[in-house]
Structure formats: C-alpha cells, structure tokens
C-alpha cells in the first residue's frame, strides 16, 4: 500500500475509523439484509409463543406439587402426591359403578352435583333475566327491588338451606332452591344495569323508526343486553358451583359435595384431595364454556 | 308560500337539577316543500334542540309545530332522522339497519322482495351496495355515516332531519359526502333541515340559512337566503363573489354580532 506511507498517525488513525465505520456499516447491512425483503408468511408453527403461554402454568404446578411433597415426605395423616396419584388412578379407573346410594363411582357424584346446579340455575335464569329486564325498564320497580337485592344478595348460601328444607321437606329440592336463590342475584342485576345502559340513541332510532315494542325487544334491547346478560350468567354458574359442594355436604344424598364428606368421614384424605381438584377443573370448565358462548354472542362495538 | 314545516312561538324550557333552563324562545319558522335549510349557531345556542323539536323527539314547552298541517306530537318515520354519530346497530349488517326502518315504513303494504329492492337501491343510491353484508365497526365513519342517511332516505321521509351528519367525518371525506348529498337531494327532490357548525357547508347546501343567536333563551337572529343556482360546485363557487358574499354574511353574523360564546356562557 503505497499510498499509507503518507500518512500521519492522526491520518491513518481516522482512516481506520472511517473503515471501522465502514466495516460496521457492512456488518450491519450483512445482518439486515437477510431480514429486509419481508419475510412471506409462514406457515410454519410458532413453538416458542407456545412455550411462553404454557411452561409457565406447568411451572407453577410443578412447584404447587414440589412443596406439597416435601411438606409431607415425613407425614402419617396428609397423604404425598405419588400416593393421590395413585389413588387418582384406582378412581378414574371406574367412574360410573353404582352398589348402592352411598357408594358410587365419582362420575355419578359430578353428574348429580351438575343436574341439581343445571336445574337450580336454570330456574334462576328464567325468573332472573325477564326480572332484570323490567327492573331495568322501570324505575319505580327498580327502586322497589333495590333495597331488597342489596340487602338479600350477600347471605350466605347456607341460611338459606334451612328455608329450602322446611318449605320442601326434602333434601334435593332443599339444595336446588339453595343454588335458585343463590345464583339469580348477579342475572338480576346485570341484566337491569344492560338494560339501563342501552345508548340512547339507539332508543332514539327506535322512536324516529317507530318501532313496535316487539322489534324494539328483539332488535334493539335484547342485543344490547345479551353481553351485560351473560356476565350475570358467568357468575351465576360460578356461584352455582360453589354453594353446590356446601349444600350437598349438609343434605346428602349422591353428589361431588356429599362425596367429600363421605371421604372424611372415611378419613380417606387422597380422595378429599382429588375432589377438591375435579371440584376446581369442572368449575373452570363451566366458566370456560360461558366465556365461550359470550364471546359468541357479543359485537364488536368500535365508533 | 307552500310551507311545509311551520314553527309557531316555540319555546323550549327544560327543567334540570339546577332548575330552569330556558333553551329555546319565540321560535318561528316556515320550511317549503323540497327546501334545503341549514341551522347554524355557535354550540350550546339550541339547533340541536330545535331539531329534535321537529323530529318530535322532544315537546315543545309552549307553541306549535306543524308537519303538512299535522301537530308533530311524536317522532314518526316520515321525518327521518340522521344522528350525529350515525346510530346504526352494531349487531345487525349494513343491509339489516336500512332494512329495519324499510319494513317499518312499507312492511305492510309491500311484498318481501320489494322491500330488498328497496334496501338494496337505498345503499345503491349512498354507494353503498358493496358493504351491505357488513356491519358497521367494520366500514369508516364516513361510510357508516352513508348508511345511516341511506336508512333515512330508505323511508321516503317527507322531510330529511340531520343532525350534524358530518361533524364528526375529516375534512375530505365531509367534502365528498357533501357533494353526494347534493346530488342525491336533487334526484329526490327532498325537503331538508340540517344542523351544522361549518359555514361552508351551510352555504354550499341550503337554500336558506337560519342563524341563531347565543343561548340561554336563543332564538332566530336572522335568516340568510342563498341564491346560488344549483347545480352546486364548490371548486367554481370558491372564487364566486355571491359565494364569498353569503359566507361572509354568516361568518359576520356569528363572530362579529354573536361571537364569544364562550364568555358569555362561562
């Protein structure tokens, strides 16, 4: 390189700057060029989204499972995971056997726990959702129920099985009441406040339209409602699920609630264990379901 | 004159929690048959109010209003509305918000095929045919608000009420809607009132301009009579000295006689 031999250090230094810059510059290029034309869709699959929505979820229950072990490596009473796997296993091994009314398989129990939720709840929403709407249409109604909703809505669910008992005498019809006047409360109200909540424009088209009060019901409050509605419903099934374990415990008879009690009474722990989990997977399943259907149901209401 | 909408001393009070407010007073106004009004007003001075008093959605306190010599006592379909948001129902498609109003209108008297074509020409006629199976989150604003004056048209209202149908579109597609709508109003001959802010397009549309005056108690400071020849274009109007003429009446009308509105109201 002839031409280096003029140069000055302070030269020379800058020129390799410039060709550090450069060489930068080319790096850079090296690298974004691969990327630049964009890249055509792929259909290839995403694996590593995939891994970050569900190691961590396996983390967490990998770790519930770990400390449970450990705290009862060394326990007589408290049963280790191995052991409720194991148990688990037997269990689900045959779900639906039947020798009698206190000994059946655990599918039976979920099945009957299901029915007697599915028939309280639907009665709930029944009564519930047409109540919702014409104490949402009305005022005077709306002030006449208010007080009575606020101050029924937070009892427990328990107070009122003894209710369900005296007005029935019987512990099934005890239990479905139980979940009826439990379950309605959050259909009331969320279908009033849809109801209350319906923009009044749309009211507006329906007076400048002059709609009958049949099309306004079907084409313009029941759809504005339907989203309002069916969180009251979502929250309905949860609390449906939840009073049902307690109100079955107290009057028997086949169901996931009695069931417990029957293991405890059987100082059985691994099945009061698996209980409380299949208790957890089929509310999550239930709440599953609804968000679904709501999901359905709802528009997209972007202006 | 072939008054079509008469306003006798209207008054408007509305009663608020913090008492009386008097919106409206000695309201008079004659609207003709196949006339384009604008009211046009600094916000806050009634002209919404005013319109819903024609559209019946509101009762006037005292005075009358009359439609083709019939008191309005109630909002009917042969006063069609266009709101300021559009107000088309999320859930049902474009096809099914104008039919909504079509079946209302001539459900009765027509056959289920006849009230489609009449659908389908309403959007026809807004150019709106291509998007009549969607629903309106997914059109632009400017198209939804197409929609919204197609389900007014569609009824074959008597009179077209809108209510600042263009406020809330961007400049070049208020142009365009504009253009469309002068042009859909000379092929249907309808009467027109319209509530806008914008004093161009008060000029290039009416045929009359209502000016109000600031509220509380507004009422009508003047009445502009805009004798362009239709029909309108606003390129060759934009260097028109009768043009330039009415919209420095309005504007002086408004800034200069009524201005600082917000002054007075705070």
């Keep these: ?303 | 004159m072939n008054s079509f909408i008469q306003v006798q001393n209207a008054e408007m009070v509305f009663s608020t929690r913090k008492g009386r407010f008097h919106a409206l007073r000695e309201i008079d106004l004659d609207v003709a048959k196949g006339e384009f009004v604008t009211l046009i007003g600094h916000s806050g001075c009634g002209k919404s109010t005013l319109l819903n008093l024609i559209a019946g959605l509101l009762l006037p306190t005292s005075g009358v209003l009359l439609c083709d010599n019939r008191e309005i006592a109630a909002p009917g379909p042969e006063r069609a509305v266009v709101f300021q948001n559009h107000s088309l129902l999320p859930w049902l498609t474009c096809f099914e918000n104008v039919h909504l109003a079509v079946e209302r209108v001539f459900g009765a008297k027509e056959s289920r095929t006849a009230l489609k074509q009449r659908t389908d020409a309403a959007l026809e006629l807004v150019g709106m045919a291509h998007a009549s199976a969607k629903r309106p989150h997914e059109i632009s604003g400017g198209m939804k608000q197409r929609v919204g004056i197609a389900r007014a048209l569609a009824m074959e209202p008597k009179v077209l009420l809108m209510d600042e149908p263009f406020g809330a579109l961007d400049a070049l597609t208020r142009a365009h809607l504009q253009d469309e709508l002068l042009k859909i109003v000379a092929r249907t001959h309808s009467t027109v009132v319209m509530v806008t802010h914008d004093v161009d397009e008060a000029v290039l549309l009416s045929d009359r301009i209502v000016m109000m005056t600031n509220g509380p108690a507004a009422t009508i400071g003047e009445i502009l009579s805009v004798e362009l020849p239709r029909p309108r274009h606003r390129v060759e109007l934009a260097e028109d000295s009768r043009y330039v003429h009415y919209r420095k009446e309005v504007l002086d009308f408004l800034y200069t006689r009524h201005g600082h509105v917000e002054s007075q109201a705070a």
């Excluded at chain 1, 009862?72 to 091994?93: H, I, N, R």
């Excluded at chain 1, 519930?128 to 005077?140: A, K, L, Q």
């Excluded at chain 1, 293991?263 to 997977?281: D, M, P, R, S, T």
């Design chain 1, 1 to 303: 390189m002839v031409s280096a031999v003029f140069h000055t250090p302070l030269q020379a230094s800058m020129d390799a700057k410039a060709d550090a810059a450069a060489n930068l510059k080319a790096a850079k290029a090296a690298v974004a060029e691969p990327l630049k034309p964009v890249p055509p869709p792929r259909p290839g699959f995403d694996w590593n989204g995939l891994l970050l929505k569900v190691l961590p979820p396996l983390i967490g229950v990998a770790l519930l499972i770990g400390i449970w072990a450990l705290l009862t490596m060394k326990s007589e009473t408290f049963p280790t995971p191995l052991a409720t796997f194991d148990a688990a296993v037997k269990l689900f091994a045959d779900p639906f056997y039947s020798k009698g009314p206190n000994d059946q398989g655990i599918g039976w129990n979920i099945l009957f726990s299901l029915e007697r939720v599915a028939v309280g709840f639907g009665m709930a929403a029944v009564v519930g959702i047409p109540m919702g709407f014409m104490i949402g249409r009305f005022e005077v109604l709306n002030r006449m129920v208010s007080p009575l909703i606020s101050l029924l809505r937070p009892v427990s669910p328990l107070a009122w099985l003894p209710i369900g008992l005296l007005v029935f005498k019987a512990a099934n019809p005890a239990a479905i009441w139980t979940i009826f006047i439990c379950s309605i409360w959050p259909m009331i109200i969320n279908t009033a406040v849809g109801v209350q909540r319906v923009p009044a424009d749309y009211l507006n088209v329906a007076k400048v339209l002059n709609l009958s009060e049949w099309k306004v019901i079907t084409k313009i409050l029941f759809p504005a409602v339907l989203p309002y509605m069916l969180t009251g419903v979502r929250l309905s099934v949860g609390t449906a699920w939840l009073v049902i374990v307690a109100a079955e415990m107290l009057t028997g008879g086949v169901g996931i609630g009695f069931w417990v009690w029957d293991e405890w009474n059987n100082l059985n722990v691994k099945h009061i264990l698996i209980a409380i989990v299949v208790i957890g997977v089929v509310g999550l399943l239930l709440e599953a379901l609804l968000i679904s259907i709501a999901k359905r149901f709802s528009y997209d209401e972007h202006h």
